[in-house]
Each structure stands twice: as structure tokens, then as C-alpha cells.
């Protein structure tokens, strides 16, 4: 198939993460490098809201110094600005996607790369069955992140090597806190996690040069109160600092969250429930039940955020994600999502891609292998999966003793 010559666009969408920016790093650097076929690189604003609005950037004009990409490949969060916009069925708002067509051919885009997770990979299988429809010819891909770690055909997602890496070292900063009392108490931490477990079961990394978590609670199980309770006052009369990891979306046997008891009902636009409150509701139980001391700790936003502490490995395998987009893309795919390959002893990636329609809206979850029989730890295997993802750091330039972050005004 011959390479398209025409513009590229970009954006960026659903949750932010600490190496989406690296991802956008990788789409750029590989349209720099196919100028004479990309002549430019347009970044939207908040994503597909900013395609409707031509709320554009020129990232080939802003971006095109080395200094620049390295500074964005260590800036958290997303610097073009995210959404949550779910775009509708083609068949039933037609008009839509005329109007994002007119916009590609106003611009003259050929090739159309969309960051995010599985929302976004959503929106890039509409796109692209849209524009199969039509007689314009472009190239869509979908490239991934997403700290959650749940989309499938993929061994791993940009961004959760250093979510991982920033769940383990704070589980172990806070065993070590804990454990300079001699007073019985039992702290847990609420890790995010909906209806995939792959963050809390990062937690365990923590015992690669220590302690772990005393316990581990994720959604791939169901929840038993007397069965947690059973387990806290047995870890209890081993040691009496007790910490226990659970995800936001642990739930009963019903279906019911945890946390149901805290939350609002209230959902976003794709129809997911916001979570939280799972945390505060098991200290609540260990209090009434127990009655030692007990605290909860939400970890929130600092999972998706901490830039300080990610991943060398997350950032340079997402670095090379949004490159060979660019690549695969002028040699003809289209409708397809960047996965990667993974290959053992030694652990490297091979990047590659599958059609996004058979990975749209599906969940990948932590594997029965991955574990424990008790449902309340991981097992070996996990450790092993997860360990060569959050290897290495960065080493981002500071000023005035704070990170340097990358800012599009």
C-alpha cells in the first residue's frame, strides 16, 4: 500500500497517566521523521471535543526541539487536555461524523492517532467504521495507555509500569511507617481499580526488597466481609501493624460494590459508576468488629500522576508505542490498536497491532494464575509479570528544586 501524503492529527483522551505525555513524545517524534509525507502534526484540545470545536496546536512548530520532547516525555497528565466525550453510533448521528469529516478534509488529515484507553479505543472503531463508509482515505489508529491495565490483546498498557511503580514504593513507605508502633492496627489503602485488578496486585511488588501487603483484595473475586475480618485478626497476631491493599471495585458475591454505602450512584458518560469509599467503609468494619486502631488511605489521583517516580521502562516502551504508530500507519494499517508483544528471559516488547474492533469495550483481568487460593494475595507468577515493568528512572531536569513540566498555553 503507498504511503498517504497529507497532515496528521492527535489527541489525547480518558484518564491521564504519567507516560501518556511520552506516548505524544512518540507520535511526534515519528511524524518529524516523515515530514516529506506528514508535513505537519495538529494536536487537539481535550481530544475529540476539540476536533468538533478545531480547537487546534501545531506540534510539529511547537514541538520540534529534542529539549522540548524530553520534557514532555517526564510531564504528567495529558498536555493537549483530555475528555470524556463518547462519540455516538455512526449509523444514528451521521451528522457527527460529517462534520468530523469535513474537518479532516479542510485540514487535509490522512492520518489520525487517538491516545487513550478503552473508551478511546471505542471511539477509534466508530471512526474507523465510519470512514470505511465513505470515499476518503486516511489511516486511524489507536494508541494505548491506560494505568488500569485492562485492555486486552495486549501483554501490558503505556502508563501502568509507573502507576505500578508508584503503588509499590508508596505500600512500602507505608509498611515501614506502620511498623514503628507496637500498638494492633491495621491500615488500608484503597488503590484504583474498577473492575480490573492489575493496580492492587501491583502493590505486592513492594515485597521484591521487603515486606509486602499483609493483604490483597481485588475485583476479580468476590469480597466476604467474614472472610477479610478472619484474615485481618490472624495477620494481627503475627504482627501488629497490619496492611491491607484493596481495589475501588472490590464487590460482594451480589454484584454490589464495597463501597456502595459511600458512593453517590451518580455515573460518568459511558455509564461507569464513580468509586470510592471502599476504603473508609472496611475501616468502619474493622473498628466495629475488631476495635483496634484503623485508618484508611486513599491513594487517588497520585497513581496517574506521579511523574517523579515512573517508570524508565513505561516511558521509553511508550516513547516507542506513538513512534511506531507513526510507521505502522504509512505502511498501511488502519482500524488497528498498538499492543505489546512480550518475550522472556531477557524480557523485551515487540510492538505490533491488532484490529481495535476486537478490543474495544472488552476487560482484560488478572488471570486466576495470578491469584492466591484464598483470594486474598497474589501468587509468584504476578510478581514475575509484573517486575520488569516498573524497572529503571528518569531523571527529570529541575528548577528551583521542582520537576520542569512541559505547559501548552
Not at 492517532?113 to 477509534?124: C, E, L, Q, R, T
Not at 489503602?189 to 481485588?218: C, F, K, Q
Not at 469509599?277 to 486502631?293: A, D, I, N
Amino acid at each position: 500500500m503507498t504511503v498517504l501524503h497529507g497532515n496528521a492529527m492527535v489527541g489525547q483522551s480518558g484518564g491521564p497517566t504519567a507516560a501518556i505525555n511520552a506516548t505524544l513524545s512518540g507520535v511526534i517524534r515519528g511524524v518529524l521523521e516523515a515530514r516529506k509525507d506528514i508535513p505537519t502534526l495538529y494536536g487537539l484540545r481535550n481530544g475529540v471535543e476539540g476536533l468538533l470545536k478545531e480547537t487546534l496546536v501545531d506540534l510539529t512548530a511547537l514541538c520540534a526541539e529534542e529539549e522540548t520532547l524530553l520534557t514532555l516525555e517526564d510531564t504528567p497528565a495529558a498536555a493537549l487536555g483530555s475528555c470524556r466525550y463518547k462519540l455516538p453510533n455512526p449509523s444514528k448521528d451521521p451528522e457527527t461524523f460529517e462534520r468530523i469529516l469535513a474537518i479532516f478534509k479542510k485540514y487535509d488529515v490522512r492520518y489520525f492517532f487517538y491516545i487513550g484507553g478503552n473508551d478511546s479505543m471505542d471511539a477509534v472503531a466508530k471512526l474507523t467504521a465510519y470512514l470505511e463508509t465513505v470515499d476518503y482515505e486516511m489511516r486511524v489508529i489507536g494508541v494505548p495507555k491506560t494505568i488500569d491495565n485492562d485492555l486486552i490483546g495486549t501483554d501490558h498498557t503505556p502508563g501502568f509500569g509507573s502507576a505500578a511503580k508508584y503503588i509499590a514504593t508508596t505500600i512500602k513507605e507505608i509498611i515501614r511507617d506502620c511498623a514503628v508502633y507496637t500498638i494492633p492496627a491495621v491500615t488500608i489503602v484503597e488503590i484504583m481499580g474498577r473492575d480490573a485488578g492489575w493496580l492492587t496486585a501491583a502493590s505486592s511488588l513492594a515485597s521484591l526488597t521487603g515486606e509486602g501487603p499483609d493483604l490483597i483484595y481485588l475485583p476479580e473475586r468476590d469480597f466476604s466481609e467474614e472472610s477479610f475480618l478472619a484474615s485481618v485478626k490472624e495477620r494481627l497476631s503475627v504482627h501488629p501493624n497490619v496492611v491491607v491493599a484493596v481495589s475501588e471495585g472490590i464487590r460482594f458475591a451480589d454484584g454490589t460494590y464495597v463501597g456502595a454505602a459511600a458512593q453517590s450512584g451518580a455515573k460518568d458518560t459511558f455509564g461507569h459508576a464513580y468509586l470510592a469509599g471502599t476504603g473508609k467503609y472496611l475501616e468502619g468494619v474493622v473498628k466495629r468488629t475488631l476495635g483496634c486502631k484503623v485508618r484508611a488511605v486513599e491513594l487517588n489521583l497520585p497513581q496517574r500522576c506521579a511523574a517523579h517516580l515512573s517508570s524508565a521502562t513505561d516511558i521509553e516502551e511508550s516513547v516507542r508505542t506513538g513512534r511506531t504508530a507513526v510507521s505502522f500507519a504509512r505502511a498501511g494499517v488502519s482500524g488497528h490498536m498498538m499492543v505489546a508483544l512480550r518475550k522472556d528471559a531477557p524480557y523485551t516488547i515487540e510492538i505490533s497491532s491488532s484490529p481495535v474492533s476486537e478490543i474495544a469495550n472488552m476487560v482484560k483481568k488478572v488471570p486466576d494464575a495470578y491469584i492466591n487460593e484464598a483470594g486474598n494475595g497474589v501468587t509468584d507468577a504476578a510478581l514475575a509479570y509484573l517486575a520488569p515493568l516498573i524497572l529503571g528512572e528518569r531523571a527529570p531536569v529541575y528548577e528551583c528544586g521542582m520537576p520542569r513540566h512541559f505547559v501548552i498555553q
